[in-house]
């Protein structure tokens, strides 16, 4: 029987439970927070920076099919400045980024303006204040998952992410967690 999650990645963790790594102990792990059975994997990742909802499985064959190309990935990002009518419509077409040393153009995505979400989940470290100019907010809904790809989106249209939040994985949402941070499903809506 295999066991399924849905979890809150939080900021300044790495998104695996353990490693064999020298200097392993200067970093977090979502093993510092989470007891989960023994053969867990996160689908997909997320970066040290970047936040939100983690999906964990023992099941391999349904991670495969959630990193598929048909499941849609969303994001809230907020970006420095106030973010232009043209930038989203690039990114809503495609823009090129690095991936491998290689450029590559990103598919089409749903990208919208929105104004800051009402509940974020807290966040330890400050992103910064109104004295540094303002931010504003984007969503962002992928159906693929290059490395660090939606910074590297808003980069290349010139309006590089502050705080970057995966709110959304097909039908799983941030918004079913609870407090604990994780929440144990019988599968995954997708």
């Not at 604990?180 to 599968?187: A, P, R």
Request: positive net charge.
């Amino acid at each position: 029987m295999h066991h399924h999650f849905i979890i809150h990645k939080p900021y300044g963790y790495l998104s695996q439970f353990t490693s064999g790594e020298k200097l392993a102990h200067k970093k977090k792990y979502l093993g510092d927070l989470y007891t989960v059975p023994e053969g867990t994997m996160a689908i997909g990742r997320l970066d040290e920076p970047s936040e939100g909802l983690l999906l964990l499985t023992t099941d391999g064959s349904e991670s495969e099919r959630i990193r598929s190309n048909k499941v849609e990935k969303e994001y809230y990002a907020q970006v420095d400045g106030l973010i232009t009518f043209e930038a989203l419509e690039l990114l809503k077409s495609g823009v090129v980024i690095g991936v491998n040393g290689q450029d590559y153009k990103t598919k089409s995505a749903k990208v919208k303006s929105i104004v800051c979400p009402e509940k974020l989940p807290h966040r330890a470290k400050r992103i910064r204040d109104d004295r540094h100019g303002p931010t504003s907010w984007v969503s962002i809904t992928l159906t693929e998952g290059k490395f660090r790809q939606v910074r590297k989106m808003c980069s290349a249209v010139g309006f590089p992410v502050l705080r970057l939040i995966r709110v959304r994985v097909g039908q799983m949402h941030l918004s079913q967690i609870n407090d604990s941070g994780i929440l144990k499903v019988d599968s995954f809506l997708i």
